[in-house]
């Protein structure tokens, strides 16, 4: 099934804080195993405010900082802003940390200052009241995929009329050293403000591409027939104008799971291979990626868990009359 309009929203602005740099160009660098004393968030937020905050927080709103400049900031009211962050391990060092302190000292010993990020939710509340989002604010913990679903939620949400004007991203904290999967850790965040075309051709902005998410379900224990049926479905539902993925156009984020074996058989040997992390940072930083490798041409980020969840995320480069040059393409010749 194809024909789904994917360029009533688009990227107008992108964020990307990890050690493995601060742009798009991060998607093609390796992951460091020991990321070190790369963020300072004196320099990245200020010297004061922001000390108390967990590192994934902190992330995220530098994150949101460089997307809403290169964006240009909200250009909606308040009430029309929403916010949507996925994340699989933000708390998870935290929560640790608690558990230790609650076994060997009591509660009474918490910090005031970091006990309310005990829930998930929190960790995008500081840059949404920094930036008076106030349409909507969600969190999505789906494993893996939870950064693109906040993308898939959001553009629907705003497709909707929930607001028009929209940030979404995810942020991720190294797992505790303890932890499975911590040699697969993700630090980091990236954020992408989305707005309506209509409203961003009419303050004469500049889009960057445009984002379409699906996804589904697989059980884990399904059939391999009954997985590659469904894979394949959701890979059909494309985005108007997208005859199906061209060569070398798809990054496939895949662990060594069963489901991501039959993503794979699905895709196909022609396709870029991103190791996935232990989060969901990894396929919306591919995503970005692929923004910036094919502005001129359509690209696809799909990504599978262990758990079951399987999404895909269509990259489709701007419409003409979103970008500066066809802008002056459409003003006409310039008056002598």
């Known amino acids: 099934m194809t024909g789904f309009d994917a360029t009533e929203v688009a990227v107008t602005g992108i964020g990307v804080v990890t050690p493995r740099g601060g742009d798009a160009r991060a998607a093609d660098a390796p992951r460091p195993s020991t990321p070190g004393d790369w963020f300072d968030h004196r320099v990245e937020l200020g010297r004061r405010g922001y000390k108390y905050l967990p590192p994934a927080a902190q992330y995220y709103l530098a994150a949101?900082?460089?997307?809403?400049?290169?964006?240009?900031?909200?250009?909606?009211?308040?009430?029309?802003?929403?916010a949507a962050v996925g994340t699989n391990s933000a708390a998870e060092a935290l929560h640790t940390a608690m558990d230790e302190t609650i076994v060997g000292a009591g509660a009474s010993d918490l910090s005031p200052a970091t006990a309310p990020y005990f829930s998930i939710n929190l960790f995008g509340s500081r840059m949404a009241m920094e930036h008076r989002l106030q349409g909507f604010n969600l969190t999505l913990t789906t494993p893996r995929v939870a950064g693109l679903e906040a993308v898939q939620t959001g553009l629907r949400s705003v497709r909707l009329g929930r607001a028009s004007w929209?940030?979404?991203?995810?942020?991720?904290?190294a797992l505790?050293?303890?932890?499975?999967?911590?040699?697969?850790?993700?630090v980091g965040a990236v954020a992408l403000v989305l707005e309506r075309t209509d409203l961003l051709r009419a303050r004469g902005g500049t889009a960057?591409?445009?984002?379409?998410?699906?996804?589904?379900?697989?059980?884990?224990d399904a059939a391999p027939d009954e997985?590659?049926?469904?894979?394949?479905?959701?890979?059909?539902?494309?985005?108007?104008?997208?005859?199906?993925?061209?060569?070398?156009?798809?990054?496939?984020?895949?662990?060594?799971?069963?489901?991501?074996?039959e993503v794979h058989r699905v895709l196909g040997p022609d396709v870029r291979h991103a190791p996935a992390g232990s989060g969901a940072l990894e396929p919306l930083l591919q995503s970005v990626g692929t923004l910036h490798r094919r502005p001129d041409r359509a690209g696809a980020v799909v990504t599978a868990s262990a758990q079951g969840n399987v999404a895909v995320c269509w990259v489709l480069p701007a419409r003409e009359d979103l970008t500066a040059a066809g802008r002056r393409a459409h003003a006409g010749p310039t008056a002598a």
């Open 64 to 82: 949101a900082n460089r997307a809403l400049a290169a964006a240009g900031g909200p250009a909606v009211p308040p009430e029309d802003r929403g």
């Open 166 to 173: 929209l940030l979404a991203g995810a942020t991720e904290e």
């Open 176 to 186: 505790d050293p303890r932890d499975p999967g911590a040699d697969r850790s993700e």
């Open 208 to 220: 960057l591409g445009h984002l379409a998410v699906r996804s589904c379900y697989v059980p884990p």
């Open 227 to 261: 997985a590659r049926a469904r894979i394949g479905r959701l890979l059909d539902e494309r985005p108007a104008g997208v005859e199906g993925p061209e060569p070398g156009s798809v990054t496939a984020v895949l662990d060594g799971s069963t489901l991501a074996r």
